[in-house]
């Protein structure tokens, strides 16, 4: 079941938001560090009703955040579409030992839905540079691969922004 998250569950996933870090940093994806995803970012998706997880069991296995808001690094890319009516994906992650499964098939499958039940124009969102993984799975789905943005606190390396009009 995909829910909106409770303040009280942002330990446990800011738990999981670590293993993913850990797990990519092993796979030598340097995406995800110790200063993100924050304790504040989560605290402020979940204030703006904008952090979703998905859960089986009682149990968290990913998490995902959906928000009307763009981000300051946005501005300068050469987006598609227009930007007043689009919907942003940021931190998405499932547990390791259940990626591979479906899982964020499930978050994104949530977010398109709600983007087109809402009647946004499109989704944005951004992947690492150096996660190929990622980048396969977004334009698997019909998003369009934009320019880079740059995350210094993150890494050294560009993040490439992508684009689905609905």
């Given at each position: ?9 942002i330990?446990?996933?800011?738990r ?8 990519m ?7 995800w ?28 296995q ?6 009307s ?6 501005v ?9 009516n ?7 992650a ?9 899982k964020?098939?499930?978050?994104m ?6 983007a087109v ?16 993984r ?18 210094p606190n ?9 684009e689905?009009?609905?």
């Amino acid at each position: 079941m995909i829910r909106p998250a409770k303040i009280e569950e942002i330990p446990q996933i800011l738990r999981l938001t670590k293993a993913c870090a850990q797990y990519m940093i092993g796979s030598g994806i340097y995406q995800w560090n110790e200063h993100y995803p924050s304790k504040e970012a989560f605290l402020r998706d979940v204030a703006r009703e904008e952090l979703f997880v998905l859960e089986h069991h009682s149990m968290i296995q990913g998490c995902i955040a959906i928000s009307s808001m763009m981000d300051e690094e946005y501005v300068p890319v050469e987006w598609l579409t227009p930007n007043d009516n689009n919907l942003y994906i940021h931190r998405l992650a499932v547990l390791p030992e259940l990626q591979g499964k479906g899982k964020a098939r499930l978050l994104m499958d949530a977010a398109e839905q709600k983007a087109v039940d809402e009647k946004y124009t499109s989704i944005r969102l951004d992947t690492f540079s150096k996660n190929e993984r990622n980048q396969r799975f977004y334009e698997a789905r019909g998003y369009q691969k934009l320019g880079p943005i740059y995350f210094p606190n993150q890494s050294i390396h560009p993040f490439y922004c992508y684009e689905l009009v609905l």
